[in-house]
Each structure stands twice: as structure tokens, then as C-alpha cells.
């Protein structure tokens, strides 16, 4: 099933992925040939089937409410691309 | 009764007041320097992955249980993905088709006072997002992670209330209910207890339901009813016009008191749910249930209905002092020496205002519980009146003694010897001749004048009832 | 420096051990001649992405203390290297990408932490596909690795670089992540052992994650000795890891001795189609041959959902991958475009510049698959097709203790000569991906050559069964000599 240019162009938004317009026909045309190929799922007799989210048939450990972190900004903020006063910085948000 | 009905559902986002955050080991402590609260997990670092913080889940089971809820034996976290600068892993760990607790109710009191059963369709866990500050000098936008990680239960009610006001109701005991429960301190400026509203309108007898709007942006419960209000003017408004309504999000703006459309960041997000792969399906047996059901405090409207029956208090005054575990157990402190009826308006009333007065919680009251039933108490043996008991309860918040240390200090003891108010009494009947003659003419009111002269003449320490027999039996004849 | 079989480069993790151990020579000698031959032959295959010599000489020296004190840990100067997909504290850890190229990491991952607690020394990070993603090593922003055996050729991927780095003999062995085959096949493309343990065996706390439910950390070494060796130290719980299982971890070791006599083999009709090169074929049956002529039983098994695992894996981990990569924003590390117009634009750039193209498709993917509408007919369904294959596994080993076969269809293939169709080179995975979806632990080890390139037999187990694999696969290397070939020039 070929997927259309604005179907990709609606998921690399929701990806966040910039494509080039250059590059845009060729990744229509891989992802199709993707689809296209695991669509062989649909063939799978799975009625009755539980899906297996997990290898493991084990429930969540919980571990106790205590701060066992010591968190130094400092050090962790000297590789940051970007920021001021201990706050990470972005291109001003509106709205 | 209009033609249109509203139909308003409820999300709350509560943060729960755990030590440290749902996933990660970090403090989740209010007010600290910006993300030094942000552990790497926090931060979204490559690598680090969530382990659940066991006191969460029981903060979110003793929610279920308060709350009459099934609470799931299986539940699964899901993440839920959208890009935002709050919210650095781009996605937010939550809890979507096998959520905690499901199915719970509350009951509140319609406008009518009749009680009315809320539905609670759900209530999950989730991760708080961190804040992102826009208003500022430059083009950026600062971004602070200490809040993300912080645990969140998310608390869904059925479409089941019809006004403002019961919104309001609704909201109102679940902030008492889950203070109650010890699991959030319900601190709305801090932003630990959120509300979203889901409002929309339908003609009268329809089952239908209309669409809806989402408000967001309501921190207190007065903008909750405001917001409201706006909005199912509005959209009555909408379609008495014959337009229709718009499904969107919608903030309310608090100065203009009205709700606007939301400035949409990005089109509809489509948040992609699938189950966390790295976390584990939560498992939570009978045992547990049982053992917490254990640990829970006497919920507040079994609180309340015990406080009508043992201390034949009413129902209104009960309502208000259990509506904070706080003042309950402060109250019955205090009646454990005193009157309760007197206990109940004193704290309702005097002690009350002088709280607010003073921007105080009462946990932080000047005077103490014991305090207080010692000043009702000299209030109940008559050694000191009502009136003048305010000025010992003024003295005794300031500090400076007991109520009975205050009363000898300033010799405020209540004159009740007949003889010595008799006395009084002919005085100001004799000082005031013609006011008296009016009075035995039939002018009743005059009774007023003259008590006010016994007060004035005895700096108000004479027992009042005695002073109003005495009054009345020497005015006759 | 001694150019014959003893030579300390064509030495095993357990004899350099016991080398040191004995004082036959120092860590540092050990460190300074293989830092040596990665100066000498690295240029040519481009198997690391960073070396770090000064850490190294360091550690060497700190382990030769350690050893005159007499109380020296297990692998004390042992030299290992780690797939870049680790994150070790204060060194570059760039999964292969231009993403994470000046990411220095703050910490250290649990498997590099148990290696050093152990007295291993690292020498570097190897180079890799991109954040996991490929299978020939060609996806690196850092450029392709080349087979040791062949510098035309791919050494398989996603640990290209490690299986490059054991194979010509530059480190004893490696760390690397298996997520649908990126050990075993790299290794049986390489001449090497690579090891995948069970799902939730080792802790992926700082592993970078490509696909969650799939990824593990394992080791490629050239004996099966050395893989016990190493995963006895690596495995176990960690409470940072909420899918690490606290399971007992044995003597793995003590383990490889059992005798053959009474093990039953599954073979996979599907496997030995015509997909399947014909001298890979030859030399499978050969190596099985080895285990019945030890007294092994060999039995036909039936996976019938096998070919369904290839496109079951491509929902799955795409998925799964599209959400783990969304946390490279360009906001708190990794790249970051410049200038960015606003917060749309900075998102956009950083990830489209930052990511090559096959992450670029697999986001998408990912994206697509778990997109409204989508769900159910693809991600839900894959989730159920992965339970069909997980129970064929489950029925077959009702019958038989391991499952034996070729760990890839082809031995290595030329660099660039799959790289225009994703699916031809998905399918190279068709042996090794169910063993990730079932959560089973797998090694592939060598067992002849097809021409000049070596093949490999894999193995594998039901679930923590690594013991049985790697006692299977020590009996084999007992008998045969394949796992001590040298690829020429590197001698």
C-alpha cells in the first residue's frame, strides 16, 4: 500500500523529522516499499491472541519513596547546547 | 428552569506528596533553584530508565478506596507522545487503557440540598511535565524540569453535573478528600491541584450530549464556577444564535472574567498511546487493598455525620469543620473540655477570623485547643459574658495568658451578685427619669438604652440576663 | 613482539587473565601493545569511534598495583571495549551519530560499571549503525567499519565495530547490543562468538535504547569461555532496571563442561530454503554433524510463524523506536541546529539534521504504525503475531533443549551493495530477530568458511538457558578450531 506525499508530510510533522523536498520522493517511496512489506501482518491468524508487549511475565517492581539522588546542575548543564541562569532555553513558545 | 442543560465532567490533576518522584529518585520539594531538582531520568538523559515509587501507587489505591472505586489488579502505564519543551523525553509516562482505579463516586449536595452521586469514571498515574516560563526580556523561553517527574494522579469524573456550583461541590470535597487522605496537600497556587472542565449544553430532555469545551487554567474555585458560568452563557448564546459550538480548548482569562480559544500551538495531536516498554505491568493483590484500607483516617463525611450524632452540633457548622482534617481534629480537642455547640461557633466565628485575619492555617493558631475550652469555660460558668469573652479571646492571641489569667488581670470578672446590679440598675433608672416614664408608657425598645447604661456604668462585666430580669422588674413598676 | 600463537593480541580474555594474574606480563605491556595495534590497523577499519589510550594506560597501571596487593578482581587488566552505544562516564558515547557526536556522558552504564568493577580496561568505544539501527554497519556518522577478512566487505552491523575490533585481534573482546541480531550476526560475519543472553538478563541501565522490549547487552568474543566469562560478570539484577530480572546468576564457567551425550537439537525446516547460500548450508550441517558425532540428538522442529518475524520486528521496534528517540531535541544535549526560527523549526532541523536517514525512515515508521487508525491493523497486530512466534518457541523446546542453525543467509556481504532496499537488508535478520521477540538468549559462533569468509552456527535457548548455549557452544570449540582463525594480515 503506497503511503501519499501528505501522509508522510503529516507524519514527519508529527515526528518532528525536517525532510528536504529533494530527498521527500525517495522517502515516500522506502517507507511504502516498508509498509508494503509488513502488511504480510494482516494474513496472521491472531484471533483470540493476547498481544505480547512483553518478553517477561513479571509485574513492576516498586522501589521506596526516598530521594536517593544528589543532583548537580552544573556539572550536568556544561555540555547543554543552550542555557541561562539554570534554565534550558528554547525559541520563545506563544501562546 | 432554562431550556438547556449543562453537562460538565471534571479532570483534576493532583499532585501526590510523595518524597520523591514517580519514576526517578529526585525531590520533588516546591520552590527550589531550577533543575536541580531534575535528576538525568528527569531530564530525559539517553539510557536511564523509570522504577516505580511504591507510595504512589498506595496514595493512588487509598484515592480508589476513599472513593468506593475497583481498583485494577493489572494496570499499565502507556506513554503518551507529543513534542514540548516541559515535557523532555517527548513523551509523558500515563496510564491510558488499564488505568489504577476505575469506577468510583462521590456524593455531594445539589443546589436544592438534596445529596447527588458523582460518577468517577477514572483515576491513573501519571508523570508531571516541568514549566516552561514565557514572559521575559528576550525571544527565549525558559524551561525548568524540577516539577517533571513528579507523580500526578489524574482524577476523571462521569459528565454527571449540571452547574457550576456542583462543579464547584465536586471539586471542593475531593480537595478535602484527598487532604484528608494525606496524599496531596492540595495547595492550588503551588499548582499541586488542577482542574480542567469539561463543559457543554444540550436542550432539556435530550440525551444527547452537545459538544463540548475544554476550560483549562482554573486554579481556584471561584474561577472554577466563574469559568463556568462564562462558558454555558456562551455557548447558550452560540446556538441561540443558530451557529454552532466549536470543539476546542479554551482558557479562562480571570480579569476579563470570560474563557478564550487557546492559540492552537500545532494541529491535533495525535499522541500515539502505546504501552511503556519499560515498565512492567503493575500487579495489586487482596492483601494490599486490605492492608491499606487499614491505614485509612476517618473519611470526612463519616467525620461529619459523627460529629451531628455525638455532639449534636448542625449539620451546616459540621460540614465546615470537617471540611479540613485540621480543624476536626482541633475542634474536638477543644470539646473534649467544653460545650461543643459553643466550641463550634467560637471556632467557626472568632477563631476564625483571627486566622484569617492573620493568614494563618490553624495548625498554626496562637491559641491552642485547651486554651480555647479554658476561655469557653469561664464563657459557660458564667464568670465572664460572650461580649466580654471576645476581648479575652483578642488578649489571649496576642499572648498574653490563659483566659482565666487575663480575666483576674484585668478584673473582668462578670458581676452576677443581684444586689450589686440592683444597685446599678436604680442608679441609671433614677439618672434617666423620663426615659423610664416612656418606657412604663409602652416604649419597649427603650430596654435597649438602659442596658447599654448598666453595661456603660459597669464596663460591660454585668451578666447581661441578669441585667435585662432585674431591668424589666424595676422598670415595671 | 612475538608473532606466534602465544602472541598476547591472539590470546583469550581467560589466558590474558591468568596471564596477569601469574605476572607472565604487566597490564600495562598488555594495554600499550594492543593500544598498538588499533594505532596500526583502526585507519583501515575504522572499528572505533574514540580510543581512550591516556584512561587506558591509567587503568593498566592502577590494575598492575592491584595485582602486586594481591587483591585483584577477577578480569583485573583485562582489556575490553564498548560498543558506543554504552554511555561511560566523562567519554563520548555518539551511538554512531552526528545526534550525539559531542554527547559526553555524565555516567556510566550498569554492563561498563560491572566491567570495571571487575578490573577490565577499557581501550575505547567502537563504532557502530546509527543508534543500533542496521545490519552492515554502514549507517554510522562516523563512517562504515570494514570486515577484517575482507576490506570490501561489511562486518554485519549493528556492532560492526566490536565484531571488527575482536576479529582482527585488536581487543579480546567487546560489548555490544543485540536488538534483532546486531551481536550474532556481526559476529558470524566476522569469525567471532557473540553472545545475546536472555531479555531482562543484563541491565540496560545505560544502554541507549533503540527498541525496549528487544534490546539486550551482550559481549563478542572469540571463544565461548571468554562469553561466560564475561556475561557471569555482566548479568544480574540492577533496581535501576525495572525489566532486569532478579534471577540467580551461576558460574557459567563451571557450567561449559557438561558433555553432549544427551542433548537434543532442533533443526528449523523453514530455515534451510533458498534463501539460504548453499555453502552457509553445507558448512550448518557440517557443525551439526560435529554435535551428533558427540552424542547429540538431532530432531526436524516446526516455527511456523517464522517468516512473520522479519515484519513483525519492523512494527515493533520502529515503534518502539520512534518514541525513544523523541528525547533528541536539541533542547538539554546532542545536536542542536543553529539558528532555529522558532521551537517547530528547532525541533525540525536538529532531529532532521541530527539523525541520518535510516533512523530518519524508522521514526517514521514507528510514528506511522502507533498513528490513529493505524494501531490496531499494525503495531496491536504485530504485538500479537510476536505471541504466535513466542509460542512456536515455547512448543518446540517442549521437544528439544536448543535450536541450531545459520545465523545469517549469506556470509559478508560487499559494502554498499544492500544499502539501496531496506528490505533486503532487513532480511538479513531472518534467523536472529526471533530470538528477540521471544526474549531467548542466542550466541552464533564459528563453524567453517564459505570461500575466504567465515560462517556461523547459532544457537538458541529457551529462556535463561544461556548455560546449556554456552556449554553447547564450548564442547563444539573443544573440537574444532574455527573459532581461532585469523583474518590474513592481522596474524
Not at chain 1, 518532528?16 to 525517495?26: A, I, V, W
Not at chain 1, 512483553?54 to 556544561?78: C, Y
Not at chain 2, 466550641?343 to 480555647?372: F, K, V, Y
Amino acid at each position: 500500500m503506497s503511503l501519499t506525499k501528505d501522509q508522510v508530510r503529516r507524519i514527519a510533522l508529527l515526528a518532528r523529522l525536517k525532510l528536504e523536498e529533494s530527498e521527500f520522493d525517495d522517502v515516500v517511496d522506502k517507507l511504502s516499499r516498508i509498509v508494503d512489506f509488513v502488511d504480510q501482518l494482516q494474513a496472521a491468524p491472531t484471533d483470540g491472541v493476547a498481544p505480547m508487549a512483553h518478553p517477561l511475565d513479571q509485574p513492576q517492581r516498586l522501589r521506596p519513596d526516598t530521594v536517593t539522588e544528589r543532583i548537580d546542575r552544573d556539572a550536568i548543564q556544561a555540555n547543554a547546547p543552550a542555557v541561562k541562569d539554570g534554565f534550558y532555553l528554547v525559541p520563545k513558545v506563544l501562546g | 428552569m432554562s431550556a438547556w442543560e449543562p453537562v460538565i465532567g471534571l479532570e483534576i490533576h493532583m499532585q501526590l506528596a510523595t518524597v520523591s518522584k514517580i519514576f526517578s529518585g529526585a525531590p520533588t520539594a516546591y520552590g527550589a533553584e531550577p533543575n536541580t531538582q531534575a535528576s538525568l531520568l528527569d531530564l530525559g538523559y539517553p539510557g536511564v530508565l523509570p522504577v516505580l515509587n511504591a507510595e504512589a501507587v498506595r496514595m493512588a489505591c487509598k484515592f480508589g478506596l476513599a472513593v468506593n472505586a475497583t481498583i485494577a489488579s493489572r494496570s499499565v502505564f502507556a506513554r503518551k507522545n507529543y513534542f514540548y519543551p516541559d515535557l523532555p523525553k517527548g513523551y509523558q509516562i500515563s496510564q491510558y487503557e488499564l488505568p489504577i482505579v476505575s469506577r468510583g463516586e462521590l456524593l455531594i449536595l445539589d443546589e436544592d440540598g438534596r445529596e447527588k452521586r458523582i460518577g468517577i469514571t477514572r483515576a491513573h498515574l501519571e508523570e508531571d511535565a516541568g514549566k516552561s516560563l514565557h514572559a521575559g526580556f528576550d525571544e527565549f523561553t525558559r524551561i525548568d524540569l524540577n516539577r517533571a517527574g513528579t507523580p500526578l494522579l489524574e482524577i476523571v469524573s462521569d459528565p454527571d453535573l449540571r452547574s457550576a456550583k456542583e462543579a464547584v461541590a465536586y471539586m471542593r470535597k475531593i480537595h478535602t478528600l484527598v487532604r484528608y487522605l494525606g496524599i496531596s496537600d492540595g495547595n492550588m497556587q503551588e499548582g499541586s491541584f488542577r482542574c480542567d472542565a469539561n463543559v457543554s449544553i444540550r436542550p432539556r430532555g435530550q440525551q444527547a450530549l452537545g459538544t463540548r469545551t475544554e476550560l483549562k487554567n482554573l486554579n481556584s474555585f471561584r474561577f472554577v464556577e466563574k469559568a463556568i458560568n462564562f462558558e454555558i452563557a456562551r455557548q447558550r448564546e452560540v446556538l441561540e444564535d443558530g451557529g454552532t459550538v466549536v470543539q476546542e480548548t479554551r482558557l479562562y482569562d480571570a480579569d476579563l472574567d470570560e474563557t478564550r480559544a487557546m492559540r492552537s500551538k500545532e494541529e491535533a495531536n495525535d499522541y500515539r498511546y502505546f504501552p511503556d516498554p519499560d515498565l512492567l505491568p503493575v500487579d495489586i493483590d487482596a492483601a494490599f487493598i486490605h492492608s491499606l484500607r487499614g491505614t485509612l483516617p476517618e473519611l470526612p463525611d463519616a467525620k461529619r455525620e459523627r460529629f451531628v450524632a455525638q455532639y449534636g452540633i448542625r449539620e451546616a457548622d459540621a460540614e465546615i469543620l470537617t471540611m479540613s482534617r485540621a480543624t476536626a481534629d482541633y475542634f474536638e480537642l477543644t470539646v473534649a473540655r467544653s460545650d461543643p455547640r459553643l466550641a463550634a461557633n467560637w471556632i467557626l466565628g472568632d477563631l476564625s477570623a483571627a486566622l484569617n485575619r492573620d493568614g494563618l492555617e490553624i495548625d498554626q493558631s496562637r491559641i491552642a485547643p485547651d486554651q480555647l475550652a479554658g476561655l469557653l469555660a469561664r464563657v459557660a460558668d458564667n464568670t465572664i459574658s460572650g461580649k466580654i469573652a471576645k476581648d479575652v479571646f483578642e488578649a489571649m492571641w496576642a499572648g498574653e495568658g490563659s483566659a482565666s489569667e487575663i480575666i483576674e488581670a484585668r478584673g473582668l470578672r462578670q458581676i452576677t451578685d443581684a444586689s450589686a446590679i440592683e444597685a446599678v440598675v436604680d442608679a441609671v433608672i433614677a439618672a434617666n427619669p423620663g426615659q423610664a416614664a416612656e418606657y412604663r408608657a409602652g416604649k419597649d425598645k427603650l430596654l435597649g438604652f438602659f442596658v447599654g447604661q448598666v453595661m456603660k456604668d459597669t464596663r460591660g462585666k454585668a451578666n447581661p440576663a441578669e441585667v435585662n430580669r432585674i431591668l424589666k422588674e424595676r422598670l415595671k413598676s | 613482539m612475538s608473532e606466534d600463537a602465544g602472541a598476547l593480541h591472539v590470546r583469550t580474555v581467560t589466558e590474558l587473565a591468568r596471564g596477569i594474574r601469574e605476572g607472565e606480563f604487566s597490564a600495562t605491556e598488555l594495554t600499550e601493545a594492543l593500544l598498538e595495534r588499533i594505532r596500526r590497523f583502526n585507519e583501515n577499519l575504522n572499528a572505533f569511534i574514540t580510543v581512550t589510550g591516556e584512561q587506558a594506560l591509567a587503568a593498566a597501571a592502577a590494575a598492575d598495583k592491584a595485582r602486586k596487593s594481591g587483591s585483584a578482581p577477577p578480569l583485573n587488566g583485562v582489556p575490553i571495549v564498548h560498543k558506543d552505544l554504552f554511555c561511560t562516564s566523562g567519554v563520548l558515547t555518539t551511538c554512531g551519530s552526528r545526534m550525539l557526536a559531542n554527547f559526553v556522558s555524565p555516567y556510566d552504564a550498569t554492563v561498563v560499571e560491572r566491567l570495571k568493577n571487575a578490573g577490565a580496561v577499557t581501550l575505547g568505544k567502537t563504532n557502530m549503525d546509527e543508534f543500533a539501527m542496521g545490519s552492515s554497519n554502514e549507517t554510522s556518522w562516523f563512517g562504515p567499519v570494514t570486515n577484517p577478512w575482507d576490506r570490501s566487505r561489511s562486518p554485519g552491523g549493528s556492532s560492526g565495530g566490536s565484531a571488527a575490533a575482536v576479529a582482527g585481534r585488536l581487543v579480546p573482546a567487546a560489548t555490544g547490543t543485540d536488538t534483532g541480531g546486531s551481536i550474532r550476526q556481526p559476529a558470524s560475519l566476522t569469525g567471532t562468538v557473540g553472545l545475546k543472553p536472555t531479555y531482562g538478563r543484563v541491565s540496560r541501565h545505560g544502554m541507549v535504547a533503540f527498541a525496549s522490549s528487544l534490546d539486550q547487552a551482550g559481549v563478542i568474543t572469540r571463544s565461548a569461555e571468554d562469553a561466560a566469562t564475561l556475561l557471569r560478570i555482566i548479568a544480574g539484577f540492577d533496581e535501576r532496571d525495572s525489566t532486569c530480572l532478579d534471577h540467580p546468576v551461576p558460574d557459567y564457567v563451571a557450567g561449559l563442561g557438561r558433555p553432549l551425550r544427551d542433548l537434543q537439537i532442533g533443526i528449523v525446516r523453514q530455515h534451510f530454503d533458498e534463501g539460504l547460500d548453499p555453502e552457509c548450508a553445507a558448512r550448518i550441517r557440517e557443525s551439526l554433524d560435529v554435535l551428533r558425532d558427540q552424542g547429540a540428538s538431532l530432531r526436524e522442529v516446526d516455527l511456523p510463524n517464522l517468516a512473520l518475524s522479519v515484519p513483525t520486528y519492523y512494527v515493533v521496534a520502529p515503534a518502539e523506536c520512534s518514541s525513544n528517540m523523541s528525547r533528541f531535541d536539541g533542547v538539554r544535549f546532542g545536536y542542536r541546529a543553529d539558528s532555529p526560527e522558532d521551537l517547530l523549526d528547532l525541533y525540525c532541523r536538529s532531529r532532521g539534521e541530527g539523525f541520518g536517514a535510516e533512523v530518519r525512515r524508522r521514526i517514521l515508521t514507528g510514528t506511522y504504525v502507533l498513528s490513529a487508525g493505524y494501531y490496531d491493523a499494525y503495531y496491536l497486530k504485530a504485538q500479537k503475531v510476536r505471541q504466535l512466534i513466542n509460542q512456536d518457541f515455547r512448543n518446540a523446546f517442549r521437544d528439544v533443549d536448543v535450536i541450531a542453525g545459520p545465523t545469517a543467509p549469506t556470509p559478508a556481504f560487499a559494502l554498499g551493495e544492500k544499502t539501496d532496499d531496506p528490505i533486503t537488508m532487513y532480511l538479513n535478520d531472518i534467523y536472529t530477530i526471533g530470538a528477540n521477540l521471544a526474549g531467548l538468549p542466542a550466541i552464533s559462533l564459528p563453524c567453517g568458511f564459505a570461500g575466504k569468509l567465515p560462517v556461523g552456527l547459532h544457537l538458541v535457548g529457551p529462556h535463561f538457558a544461556e548455560q546449556r548455549i554456552l556449554n553447547v557452544a564450548h564442547q563444539y570449540q573443544l573440537l574444532t578450531d574455527w573459532h581461532r582463525a585469523c583474518p590474513e594480515g592481522f596474524a
